[in-house]
């Protein structure tokens, strides 16, 4: 959408490109529960406004360079829907695309109602990109459905609801969702007593669902008081109510998970945590990561500006990649100049390391060379082939390394016959420290 009025006209307005914003469902709370079209959006969005419950989803997604707000005020209390509009609605009029990330289902929780109208009236183009809602997620994680046997539906309801007809919940094939329910378990159990229901009828409580904090209590609408009296369970979460709960006993999956509640502590490279992490989630764990070095810039960007410049005019014959960083060393760098992949084209790529060669095939550069076996630089060193000066018009090979790096690589290819050009394309530091939740975690 476009503003502005006509050239020549006095009082004549720059025109103004609003940026597409995008309403996007985060899910309950697994982070792979996020649909395709919410990852994509992400990974697109020049900036993100995200309910403090999702930032986490957000981070694991968003593009390096796009900016991340927080919905939440300096108080650390959540922003309201007016509030948060106009983050988003400021934005949008810079020309930005922004994905508006909302925890749960826009949807189910009136959500989009608010924020789609005033975005229709700020007249600010959107789209809504809905997702997993609570209710149905939480439940199938849990270990139940929401129908099945002689259940044939289900209501859902807010446990806040003031105006609630409790007699009108009360039936034998009817599951009730009570959402933000948790806290107030043994309240909605007294009230469907009070009006007919059987103290036996199974009941479910479920909070931080989705999640591998998730924890699930069960019993009856008579005993879930008791049960819940001595809980120190806490967080946001669903109340579920009908015979559909006893079928947890055999169905449950995710909170009998090997790993199920354990904190591992994973340190790694700041941005750079690999495969381990989905795994270890997979099997139930809380991965705790912690950043022991960080990857910043070489000081003096001379050596690796000469080397960009001579990787595009031809000066090389190849380039060898060694590790992630110096994949992301040179693509960061190539596009300060406006270039991509196509820069590569008549250099032979080698690369050693699984992650490194997945890191360039996604930039659009598939190596020529690669170890067949270990991936170690000693394997890339047997692959290499000699220097042939009748069949090689160039002898100089191109390596982007850390500071720190060892000389194995390019004195083995010294001795090949090729003349190496060592270049430090980007620097380990110390990183920060973790999050005092973390230091706290290490100290217990």
């Not at 409580?205 to 609408?221: C, E, F, S």
């Not at 500006?305 to 040179?330: P, Q």
Request: proline fraction near 6%; hydrophobic fraction near 45%.
């Amino acid at each position: 959408m476009t503003t502005g009025t006509t050239p020549g006209n006095p009082k004549a307005r720059r025109k103004v490109t609003l940026g597409p914003v995008s309403l996007v469902a985060a899910g309950p709370g697994d982070p792979d529960l996020l649909t395709l079209r919410a990852v994509a959006l992400l990974r697109e969005a020049d900036v993100i406004v995200a309910d403090v419950d999702v930032v986490a989803i957000a981070e694991t997604y968003r593009r390096a360079d796009a900016q991340m707000i927080s919905a939440v005020g300096s108080d650390g209390i959540p922003l309201d829907h007016a509030d948060r509009v106009k983050l988003v609605v400021e934005a949008a009029r810079e020309g930005k695309e922004v994905v508006r990330l909302i925890a749960g289902d826009p949807v189910v929780d009136g959500t989009l109602l608010h924020e789609a109208a005033a975005l229709r009236k700020a007249k600010v183009p959107f789209e809504v990109a809905p997702g997993v809602s609570d209710v149905t997620g939480i439940p199938a994680y849990a270990g139940f459905g929401l129908t099945g046997g002689r259940t044939r539906q289900f209501r859902v309801v807010d446990a806040h609801d003031t105006e609630l007809v409790w007699e009108d919940l009360i039936h034998p094939r009817v599951t009730v969702v009570f959402l933000n329910g948790a806290d107030r378990a043994a309240e909605i159990a007294s009230r469907l007593i009070a009006v007919g229901a059987e103290a036996k009828t199974p009941i479910a409580i479920t909070r931080r669902g989705t999640t591998v904090d998730q924890r699930t209590l069960a019993g009856t609408l008579g005993d879930i008081g008791a049960i819940t009296k001595g809980s120190k369970q806490a967080g946001h979460g669903i109340v579920v109510v009908g015979d559909v709960v006893s079928q947890r006993e055999k169905l449950d999956w995710f909170e009998v998970k090997s790993l199920f509640g354990w904190r591992v502590l994973i340190p790694r490279t700041q941005d750079q945590a690999g495969p381990i992490l989905s795994l270890l989630r997979r099997h139930g764990a809380v991965p705790m990561e912690v950043a022991t070095i960080s990857v910043e810039p070489p000081r003096t960007p001379q050596q690796i500006d000469r080397a960009i410049h001579g990787l595009v005019s031809g000066r090389y014959e190849w380039i060898g990649f060694t590790s992630v960083n110096a994949v992301r060393a040179i693509r960061e760098k190539l596009s300060e100049y406006g270039l991509d992949a196509r820069s590569f084209a008549g250099l032979k790529v080698a690369a050693v390391g699984e992650s490194t060669i997945a890191s360039l095939i996604e930039f659009g550069v598939r190596p020529d060379l690669m170890p067949e076996g270990d991936q170690t630089t000693s394997a890339l060193l047997e692959d290499w082939p000699l220097y042939d000066s009748l069949t090689d018009p160039i002898n100089r090979v191109f390596l982007p390394r850390a500071d720190i790096a060892t000389d194995t690589l390019a004195a083995g290819l010294a001795e090949l016959g090729w003349e190496v050009e060592d270049v430090t394309a980007y620097r380990t530091v110390r990183a920060a420290p973790p999050a005092a939740e973390t230091r706290e975690a290490i100290k217990t």
